[in-house]
């Protein structure tokens, strides 16, 4: 048997949903995590620092006793947020980051941002007060493909403000091209991404081949292999600018399995055992730290976690429950279509 210690990770990009379903699926995350930075697109959305200050009361209440977890909190921008409002949750220690989904993008975004200049106040004040902002990093416009809609996003849209932004600390979440990796990796300052569990493992042929899997749908889409190799290249190369994001968002399976489903996929519950593959598989085990454990702080200003997780690579097949029941119905676990022998074992 294979063992390896790492700091105990973070992720830097969670879905936990509110009521039934955040109760059913909290301890996936705290039984591994220290930390998350929690994504605000409830219905209604998290758009101000005391909608922020309940949402975490709620999940601090759903924790499972005994557990360890902060969930870091953040703000979801709309053409009213308030630059004042912002700063003070970033003052008070309660706000992480801020969260531009440009509207209609994907879940819950509707609400987003349709014309970037009515932002500006408050991008501006993020910039002044170092408070990092994450952006879904798609166009929305129809006519863009929904394939090329990241790329687009960076020529279109992230590069002029971070031309008329430079000092805003911004994260492109969930990179899924190698343009967004490539783009990353030519900055010299203020940019980093977060890449998640299941763009290392499945491609667009996925989703597609052999009829349509209604769990493997999630916004960003998986792209082609191409991009999915890059995004691997990213992630076990050990550079700074790339950390988990796992973007695990768990949908009842009805929301999932119906004419026009519900675009997420819920990886709590095994990224750590998939992670542990897809870096042994590049000869990088000793990169997988940096990525889940180290990178993430460092760019959101934070210390590393003191305890750690042990991971041990077993000789049967690590054994996964394919569906989390919660109060509220089924939610369906990510399958990565190859057998897992890495386990958390400590």
């Known amino acids: 048997m294979k063992t390896l210690t790492i700091r105990r990770p973070d992720d830097w990009h969670l879905h936990l949903r509110d009521g039934e379903v955040l109760k059913g699926v909290i301890a996936d995350t705290s039984a591994h995590f220290a930390r998350a930075i929690i994504m605000p697109n409830l219905v209604p959305p998290v758009v101000t620092t005391s909608d922020a200050a309940a949402y975490r009361e709620r999940i601090m209440a759903a ?22 409002d912002v700063e003070a949750g970033k003052k008070s220690g309660l706000i992480h980051a801020v969260k531009l ?33 994450c952006v879904h990093g798609e166009v929305t416009t129809p006519e863009v493909d929904i394939f090329d809609r990241e790329a687009v996003f960076i020529e279109t849209v992230l590069e002029p403000l971070r031309k008329r932004l430079p000092e805003l600390k911004v994260t492109m979440e969930h990179v899924t091209t190698s343009d967004g990796v490539n783009y990353i990796k030519s900055s010299k300052a203020n940019l980093a991404g977060s890449i998640t569990t299941h763009h290392l493992i499945i491609n667009r042929n996925d989703i597609l081949v052999g009829g349509i899997k209604p769990h493997y749908y999630c916004l960003p889409v998986a792209k082609r292999e191409s991009h999915r190799l890059a995004l691997r290249a990213a992630a076990t190369s050990g550079d700074s600018r790339f950390f988990l994001g796992t973007d695990s968002a768990p949908h009842l ?23 542990a593959h897809v870096f042994e598989d590049e000869g990088a085990l000793n990169k997988l730290e940096a990525f889940a454990s180290l990178n993430g702080p460092a760019w959101y200003g934070l210390a590393a976690n003191e305890q750690t997780m042990t991971l041990t690579k077993q000789e049967t ?19 990565p279509g190859f057998p897992l022998f890495w386990n958390v074992t400590g």
Do not use: W
């Open 253 to 275: 399976d009805p929301l999932k399995e119906c004419a026009c489903g519900c675009a997420g996929i819920y990886t709590s519950v095994n990224t750590m055992s998939c992670l």
């Open 63 to 84: 924790l499972p006793s005994g557990h360890r977890f902060e969930p870091l909190m953040t703000l979801y921008l709309t053409e009213h947020t308030n630059p004042d």
């Open 317 to 335: 097949q690590v054994s996964f429950p394919s569906k989390r029941d919660t109060a509220a119905g089924l939610i369906t676990v990510f399958d």
């Open 101 to 133: 989904y440009p509207a209609g993008a994907t879940t819950n975004s509707h609400g987003g941002v349709r014309n970037l200049e009515k932002v500006m106040p408050v991008l501006e004040r993020m910039a002044k007060i170092g408070l990092p902002l």
